[in-house]
């Protein structure tokens, strides 16, 4: 059984999540997010390739206002939120560390391998 990561229904709100996975000194700690044109889901390693900050110094908002980007918000690094390569601020080039997930029902959750290592396709 692959460890679930939240519900579809908790993207509602903002686009986006937080999780964890693990205890202890070095949990697995990253954030799933919406497709902005509605066609999957990302989950990404919360941490900047900048200054290796959390993306999420204001907990939980990960993303744009309009939703179209991943924003970190130590220095404002955007990232594309489909391939996550940072495209504007001072990692530009730079991407972010994909977690492999998988949609099953209404939840998703980590998936043990992927293929093309990343992320899930919504399954209409
Ligand atoms: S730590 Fe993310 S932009 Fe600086």
């Known amino acids: 059984m692959t460890q679930r990561l939240c519900q579809l229904a908790d993207l509602e709100a903002t686009g986006s999540i937080s999780f964890q996975v693990g205890e202890?000194?070095?949990?697995?700690?990253g954030f799933v997010a919406r497709l902005p044109?509605?066609?999957?889901?990302?989950?990404?390693?919360?941490?900047c390739p900048h200054a290796r900050h959390p993306l999420d110094l204001l907990p939980g908002r990960f993303l744009t206002a309009d939703g179209q980007w991943i924003q970190c918000s130590s220095h404002g690094a955007l990232f594309a939120p489909d391939t996550g390569i940072c495209v504007a601020g001072p990692c530009v080039g730079k991407g972010l560390q994909s977690v492999p997930i998988t949609v099953m029902g209404d939840e998703i959750r980590l998936a043990e391998s992927s293929p093309n290592g990343d992320n899930a396709r919504r399954s209409s």
Not at 24 to 29: E, I, N
Request: without cysteine; charged residues 30%.
């Open 37 to 47: 044109d509605g066609s999957g889901f990302r989950a990404w390693v919360n941490r």
């Open 24 to 29: 202890g000194d070095w949990p697995l700690r």
